[in-house]
């Protein structure tokens, strides 16, 4: 057990209180959200002109209802995103710039966790960052929270020696309910290793202390699938504490996932322990096309949505599914607007709205 799971567990024992944090629901009320603008510097200027227009669209769908926090890779990157928004006639009013060096754009999981203290306080928590398991570069991503904190003067919890965690590998209901595949946070596979040695029970007292919850719900997942591993946000996600959008039992098989999961994950209970209510999203009724017309080998997935203040940002593929999939998501988020995100090019490189997006929570920032 490492030393940071023995003090805890020491503070336990003698019945002194360890601070913990939780991690307030994506639904909850935004000061911004977070983007990492795909460049050219690490996949070529091809990767870039094809998957910015999704960028150029969120940021114009986000942006009258909170602050847009864009990281650059560099100066002359800010500069042409700025003519980039100016020519697509996106309003800069509520659009802020901070320059660091990225690898790649998954800001879900490699930026900061916004939580909050037991005072309401927000802060971050930097998790470690391996790239998925070391299958790609990841030392600048790694580096995005550090950076964000000295930035913003926020306190920052350094947990990259204690555990290695992505934003997407876990889902919460923001009532004490944590659910994670373990092929993406606890597989000890080669080439899927996030963290060496860890058991199921120290992970679960990190996400108990620095996600506030009680109550961690595992699918077994499956290694190797995809980069991720299968991450969690891919298939389903908690609407509230009583409800989670998924998807058919037929589409979560073709997906890759065991009967056991479907069964594990259409059974959960909530923290009270009542079953989830669940709504099911169709998969695309058709394999997706990249907007380019190369054929891919998958149909996309609607699951992998963003909660914004006034929106609901839903991957769309040029798909007869995507109306279908709006409207269900639209009727769960009355007061938010559905925009539909053309996905197709970024879905190319095994991800959706929900992985390239990060949410800071409004409130007081823990200086």
């Given at each position: 057990?490492?030393?940071?799971?023995?003090?805890?567990?020491?503070?336990?024992?003698?019945?002194?209180?360890?601070?913990?944090?939780?991690?307030?629901?994506?639904?909850?009320?935004?000061?911004?959200?977070?983007?990492?603008?795909?460049?050219?510097?690490?996949?070529?200027?091809?990767?870039?002109?094809?998957?910015?227009?999704?960028?150029?669209?969120?940021?114009?769908?986000?942006?009258?209802?909170?602050?847009?926090?864009?990281i650059?890779?560099?100066?002359?990157?800010?500069?042409?995103?700025?003519?980039?928004?100016?020519?697509?006639?996106?309003?800069?009013?509520?659009?802020?710039?901070?320059?660091?060096?990225?690898?790649?754009?998954?800001?879900?999981?490699?930026?900061?966790?916004?939580?909050?203290?037991?005072?309401?306080?927000?802060?971050?928590?930097?998790?470690?960052?391996n790239?998925?398991?070391?299958?790609?570069?990841?030392e600048?991503?790694?580096?995005?929270?550090?950076?964000?904190?000295?930035?913003?003067?926020?306190?920052?919890?350094?947990?990259?020696?204690?555990?290695?965690?992505?934003?997407?590998?876990?889902?919460?209901?923001?009532?004490?309910?944590?659910m994670?595949?373990?092929?993406?946070?606890?597989?000890?596979?080669?080439?899927?290793?996030?963290?060496?040695?860890?058991?199921?029970?120290?992970?679960?007292?990190?996400?108990?202390?620095?996600?506030?919850?009680?109550?961690?719900?595992?699918?077994?997942?499956?290694?190797?699938?995809?980069?991720?591993?299968?991450?969690?946000?891919?298939?389903m996600?908690?609407?509230?504490?009583?409800?989670?959008?998924?998807?058919?039992?037929?589409?979560?098989?073709?997906?890759?996932?065991?009967?056991k999961?479907?069964?594990?994950?259409?059974?959960?209970?909530?923290?009270?322990?009542?079953?989830?209510?669940?709504?099911?999203?169709?998969?695309?009724?058709?394999k997706?096309?990249t907007?380019?017309?190369?054929?891919?080998?998958?149909?996309?997935?609607y699951?992998?949505?963003?909660?914004?203040?006034n929106?609901?940002?839903?991957?769309?593929?040029g798909?007869?599914?995507?109306?279908?999939?709006?409207?269900i998501?639209?009727?769960?988020?009355?007061?938010?607007?559905?925009?539909?995100?053309?996905?197709?090019?970024?879905?190319?490189?095994?991800?959706?709205?929900?992985?390239?997006?990060?949410?800071?929570?409004?409130?007081?920032?823990?200086?």
């Open positions: 057990m490492n030393k940071l799971l023995t003090l805890a567990f020491i503070l336990s024992f003698t019945g002194i209180m360890a601070q913990t944090y939780h991690f307030p629901e994506e639904s909850s009320k935004h000061e911004g959200t977070w983007l990492q603008w795909p460049h050219h510097y690490q996949h070529g200027t091809t990767y870039r002109q094809r998957v910015e227009q999704t960028w150029i669209d969120m940021t114009k769908a986000l942006q009258a209802g909170e602050k847009v926090h864009i650059a890779y560099d100066t002359t990157e800010k500069d042409r995103i700025i003519r980039t928004l100016e020519q697509n006639k996106v309003p800069l009013k509520n659009v802020d710039f901070r320059i660091y060096p990225t690898d790649d754009v998954w800001i879900r999981d490699n930026g900061p966790i916004f939580v909050k203290d037991a005072k309401g306080n927000i802060l971050i928590e930097d998790w470690g960052f790239g998925w398991g070391e299958k790609f570069d990841f600048n991503c790694d580096k995005i929270p550090q950076q964000i904190g000295k930035d913003l003067g926020v306190q920052v919890i350094n947990l990259n020696e204690e555990m290695v965690n992505e934003g997407g590998s876990v889902e919460t209901d923001g009532n004490g309910v944590l994670a595949c373990k092929s993406s946070v606890i597989s000890q596979q080669k080439g899927a290793t996030r963290n060496k040695g860890i058991t199921q029970e120290e992970a679960e007292e990190m996400f108990e202390t620095y996600y506030g919850v009680s109550k961690v719900i595992w699918l077994d997942g499956v290694t190797g699938l995809d980069v991720t591993d299968m991450h969690i946000d891919g298939f996600k908690f609407v509230n504490h009583n409800t989670m959008i998924t998807m058919n039992e037929e589409d979560l098989l073709e997906l890759g996932l065991s009967d999961d479907v069964n594990t994950l259409y059974t959960a209970s909530n923290a009270n322990g009542k079953e989830y209510k669940k709504v099911y999203l169709p998969a695309t009724k058709n997706v096309k907007a380019y017309g190369k054929q891919l080998e998958d149909k996309g997935s699951v992998n949505y963003y909660v914004a203040n929106v609901v940002l839903v991957p769309n593929y798909d007869p599914n995507d109306s279908v999939a709006n409207k998501i639209q009727d769960h988020y009355p007061g938010r607007k559905v925009v539909g995100i053309d996905v197709r090019n970024l879905y190319e490189n095994g991800g959706m709205v929900h992985c390239v997006t990060q949410q800071q929570p409004a409130g007081n920032l823990l200086k």
